[in-house]
């Protein structure tokens, strides 16, 4: 079956970076993109990112240009979503989600990884 | 303050229908397809109705979506117990250089 499987529960210090993983399973990986969407505690869903593990291309939300790195290692089939100079507001939980298209970020995401919280505190 | 709008909260008993709205603008929901998305708590969203109105297989045909202009919505009859979650709708929107939006999401509450 299909399964996006995320790495594991991270701390960090304000300052430092965070780079997550999405390990994705029971379907050919480079025939998708893959979604980052964020929740903060309480609060609703904000789209991050989005890559083609067709061809590696990227479309960053504005508001996280130059501190957000996504990439896809298609030799193991996972994608990984590096965030730097974490500040306080950056707790959040992680997903990573499947996109039904290697092409175009518009495509709505249809299968989500189990998620990653990111604390981030002195 | 979310792109998209959505009521915080929606109640119904089990057995009745509930509608949950989703209103956006001509960039956002005017142009592109309607997701909806249902997140249990403690959970991950998992999806619900995807390009406007299909269902995604083993989606009950209890759950519809539906798109008018620069409006969605989101219908369950019959409700259950088990539907109490929050809702959340989203679109791709063509502003700048395009990006997904999500509505604030909707506690549904099932009395």
């Known amino acids: 079956q299909v399964q996006l499987v995320q790495s594991g529960a991270e701390v960090k210090k304000p300052g430092a970076s965070v780079k997550v993983s999405c390990k994705a399973s029971g379907y050919t990986f480079t025939s998708y993109g893959i979604s980052w969407v964020r929740q903060a505690p309480g609060q609703g869903l904000e789209w991050m990112g989005w890559i083609s593990a067709y061809n590696g291309n990227t479309n960053y939300a504005q508001k996280l240009q130059g501190r957000v790195t996504m990439t896809t290692d298609t030799s193991t089939s996972t994608a990984y979503m590096e965030l730097r100079s974490l500040r306080s507001d950056d707790t959040a939980v992680y997903y990573c989600a499947r996109v039904p298209s290697g092409i175009a970020a518009s495509h709505g995401m249809d299968v989500w990884g189990q998620g990653t919280t990111v604390t981030v505190s002195s | 303050q979310s792109v998209l709008t959505q009521p915080p909260s929606a109640s119904g008993t089990p057995g009745q229908r509930v509608t949950i709205s989703c209103s956006g603008s001509?960039?956002?929901?005017?142009?592109?397809?309607v997701y909806w998305y249902q997140q249990l708590p403690g959970t991950a969203p998992k999806l619900l109705i995807y390009r406007n109105n299909q269902r995604p297989s083993g989606v009950p045909d209890r759950f519809s979506g539906s798109k008018s202009g620069t409006s969605a919505s989101l219908a369950i009859s019959g409700l259950r117990s088990e539907d109490e979650a929050d809702y959340y709708c989203a679109a791709w929107d063509d502003s700048l250089s395009g990006r997904w939006v999500f509505g604030g999401g909707t506690k549904l509450t099932v009395l």
């Open positions: 001509s960039s956002n929901i005017g142009s592109n397809y």
